[in-house]
């Protein structure tokens, strides 16, 4: 079993709805990332958090670390959202804030 | 510009060869890690180093070895390569204070043929 778990892998959604993306891990943290890979290949890191909510405008990511739970929501999606969106957490267990990665989920938002 | 700068962009090399891959941290960040990401294993965690020192090792192969140098700037070298070695390779830096979190590098696209 993979220490962090992302689902979906694939979500095709229409412009403007709310998205949802889940990330389960097993391990303790110090802090989970969420993170946007366009096509492209960049990697862009959207949010560190290790508690509560955090909010950068359409995107929003919550954590509950007693059931080791995280989701990235996104509001009145759009095309321009279409990317993989990676989970990764810093491990309590490794030294470093080294990042072990979700699979990834597709997303992607049709006009 | 994501502060974090890789070169080459792209490297297409046979098998056996032998190269090089650039790394130059966001200004001020002491800690560099090394990605790579294959098609197969996903993304995993090669290297870190910190402000010159080796500080966490990895899933790295030992045909791999990588180094960081007194202006910070880091370089990951692959030699004997192979197929599957053929993946993206991210840099990325850690920053503290005002800059505390995470910046990717671009990567590095290498394909052995």
């Known amino acids: 079993k993979n220490e962090v778990e992302q689902s979906p892998q694939n979500l095709t959604a229409q412009e403007g709805e709310f998205i949802t993306i889940n990330c389960s891990y097993s391990v303790g943290i110090s802090a989970l990332h969420w993170l946007q890979q366009h096509p492209g290949g960049g990697i862009v890191s959207l949010f560190m958090?290790?508690?509560g909510k955090k909010k950068h405008g359409r995107l929003i990511a919550t954590i509950n670390i007693q059931e080791k739970h995280s989701s990235l929501h996104i509001t009145a999606s759009h095309p321009r959202d279409s990317a993989v969106y990676i989970c990764?957490?810093?491990?309590?267990?490794?030294?470093?804030?080294?990042?072990?990665f979700g699979e990834g989920t597709q997303l992607t938002v049709n006009p | 510009d994501s502060g974090v700068t890789q070169t080459p962009k792209h490297l297409i090399t046979a098998t056996g060869q032998r190269v090089t891959l650039r790394c130059s941290p966001r200004s001020g960040d002491l800690s560099v890690y090394w990605y790579q990401q294959s098609l197969d294993q996903g993304l995993q965690f090669l290297i870190q180093y910190y402000n010159g020192e080796e500080r966490a090792k990895g899933n790295i192969l030992e045909r791999f070895s990588a180094q960081q140098f007194p202006d910070l700037h880091s370089e990951l070298n692959l030699s004997s390569l192979e197929l599957g070695d053929s993946a993206l390779y991210f840099c990325?830096?850690?920053?503290?204070?005002?800059?505390?979190?995470?910046?990717f590098g671009s990567g590095t696209r290498l394909t052995v043929v």
């Open positions: 958090l290790s508690s």
């Open positions: 990764a957490v810093s491990s309590l267990e490794t030294s470093g804030s080294r990042l072990t």
């Open positions: 990325a830096s850690f920053g503290t204070g005002k800059n505390y979190g995470y910046t």
